[in-house]
């Protein structure tokens, strides 16, 4: 998939909406727990249920490898569900990797190529050659994190340099120099929303993903306001907020009428 079909679907749909598939056995309405792969069943529910409202799906991998060979194979059964049934759907496999070039290229060829999703999720940490094994591939994306949601982004990735510069904005100015950088996106916690006029002035055209609105408690708005572009230029991804609005039969309704309230803000944003 293109960034201009991206674009495309955003318009068409009127929503920038990316939502988590973040599958917790513990969470899920406790009925699924008697179907023989209650993963998959309740994904599929969810992507049934939602699909006309957003334009990304985000599985985490940590939710699937949880469960060992089962999680891996309900992860497969998902991204085959996806590129079968909904193939204009941006797909993310949330699986922050990043290692030595050789071992680089073997997370790109599973994510890429086994499981054909259309971008994976990168920490930047181990620099250039840990990165452009994973830009090589035509019509894929590699989604570095630079300002994350959590507290702990303040540990290193707020770090000053002797030249003033934030550590988050060396890697969004940095990686602009990779090879194939046209094939990166970047991660911007949207309870960073502050942060994101900065982050602007570096990557003007770059697609970021701001997950954190919902169960972390950013702001659409805000994300909207100094994070778009003029092809929107965002994903704002929300798991638990929306596929865990309810565990009874009625998960999946739950699930879309909290896709939908966000569809609508945005569709609002849009104009
Ligand atoms: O890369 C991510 O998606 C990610 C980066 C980040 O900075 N913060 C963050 O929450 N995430 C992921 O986004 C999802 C957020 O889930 P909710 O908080 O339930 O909406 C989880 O899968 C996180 O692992």
């Known amino acids: 998939m293109t960034t201009t079909q991206l674009h495309q679907q955003i318009l068409e749909k009127k929503s920038f909406l990316c939502v988590g598939l973040d599958v917790d056995l513990e969470k899920i309405p406790p009925h699924l727990l008697k179907e023989e792969d209650p993963i998959f069943a309740f994904a599929k529910a969810i992507i049934d249920a939602t ?40 797909t993310i496999a949330d699986a922050k990797r990043g290692d030595i070039g050789n071992t680089s290229t073997r997370y790109a060829k599973a994510f890429f190529e086994d499981l054909n999703f259309d971008s994976v999720t990168i920490a930047p940490y181990m620099g250039r050659d840990s990165v452009e094994p994973f830009l090589e591939f035509d019509g894929k994306y590699a989604i570095l994190l630079a300002l994350t949601s959590n507290r702990g982004a303040a540990d290193f990735q707020m770090t000053e340099s002797q030249q003033g510069n934030l ?33 602007r002035k570096i990557v003007p055209d770059s697609f970021l993903l701001a997950p954190g609105v919902g169960a972390q408690g950013g702001s659409l708005k805000e994300v ?24 009874g039969e009625d998960f999946a309704e739950k699930a879309r009428e909290k896709a939908k309230e966000l569809q609508e803000q945005m569709a609002e944003l849009l104009g």
């Not at 940095?174 to 949207?190: C, E, F, H, N, P």
């Not at 909207?224 to 565990?247: C, D, H, Q």
């Open 167 to 199: 550590l988050f904005e060396d890697v969004l100015r940095k990686t602009q120099d990779y090879k194939d950088s046209d094939r990166l996106m970047y991660v911007v916690g949207a309870t960073k929303a502050s942060s994101l006029t900065e982050v």
């Open 224 to 247: 909207y306001k100094y994070g778009k572009n003029e092809l929107v230029g965002l994903l704002i991804n929300s798991s638990r907020g929306i596929i865990y609005a309810s565990n």
């Open 51 to 90: 699909h006309d409202l957003c334009v990304a799906y985000k599985p985490n991998t940590a939710f699937f490898e949880a469960y060992g060979v089962k999680g891996w194979v309900a992860l497969e059964k998902i991204i085959n569900y996806l590129n079968e049934n909904y193939p204009n759907h941006f």
